[in-house]
Structures are given as structure tokens and as C-alpha cells.
């Protein structure tokens, strides 16, 4: 059974930095993307950054380029989110989720290719 347990979330003054992480288990973390979404009330979840089994390649939504930095430590099945420069409007729970892909070649940002998801950890930013 494939677990994803997000942490690190929290309160945070807009400029300022959070870094949330995610710890998996239940199959091999190496061989899958992994992705960051996040997702406020009466909105769909959207996508936020991903990062290819390898670590090789990343993607991220417009909104955080320059600002979110996505990355892995395989040893310690963990997927990080490091935000900086946080603005009022990136408040909101924040999901990893794990490709359905062994392998998968790119770091998708569509939410239909990720079939395990953590419960969410909720990141505020206040202005």
C-alpha cells in the first residue's frame, strides 16, 4: 500500500520561505515522478512542480517559476518543496502525489497521471 505523508506546512509572512516535504513508502520511490499540487475552496487542484524519477528533469506552473524549487533524495523517499518569496495568494493546501508511470520520461503537470496522493498539508501566507 503506497503511502504519501506530507509535512512542513505552516504560517508564514509574504517574502518568506517554507519548506514542505514528503515522505513515501509501499513501493520503490526511485522508480517515480513525483508532483506538487495545491488546491484552495470551490477550486480544482492545480499544478505546482514535478520532478522526474531521476531527478533529471523538473517542471513548474508559471506562477512559481523562480520561486519554488522542487527536488528528491531517493535514499530517504522524500520529495521536497522549497518556496521562497512567498505571496498571499500561494495559500493553500499543498499535495504530493506519485506518477502512475514507473520510468515515466517527463515531469508531468497533469493531474490525471498521478494515482497516489498525500493528505494535504496547508501552507498560509498572511500580507
Known amino acids: 500500500q503506497v503511502q504519501l505523508v506530507e509535512s512542513g506546512g505552516g504560517l508564514v509572512q509574504a517574502g518568506g520561505s517554507l519548506r514542505v516535504s514528503c515522505v513515501a513508502s509501499?513501493?520503490?520511490?526511485?522508480?517515480?515522478?513525483m508532483g506538487w499540487f495545491r488546491q484552495t475552496p470551490g477550486k480544482e487542484r492545480e499544478f505546482v512542480a514535478a520532478?522526474?524519477?531521476?531527478?533529471?528533469?523538473?517542471n513548474y506552473a508559471e506562477s512559481v517559476k523562480g520561486r519554488f524549487t522542487i527536488s528528491r533524495d531517493n535514499a530517504k523517499n522524500t520529495v521536497y518543496l522549497q518556496m521562497n518569496s512567498l505571496k498571499p495568494e500561494d495559500t493553500a493546501v499543498y499535495y504530493c502525489?506519485?506518477?502512475?508511470?514507473?520510468?515515466?520520461?517527463?515531469?508531468?503537470?497533469?493531474?490525471?497521471?498521478?494515482?497516489?496522493w498525500g493528505q494535504g498539508t496547508q501552507v498560509t501566507v498572511s500580507s
Open positions: 520532478i522526474t524519477w531521476s531527478g533529471g528533469r523538473t
Open positions: 502525489a506519485s506518477n502512475r508511470k514507473r520510468w515515466a520520461v517527463e515531469a508531468s503537470l497533469n493531474v490525471y497521471e498521478y494515482d497516489y
Open positions: 509501499g513501493r520503490t520511490f526511485s522508480d517515480y515522478g
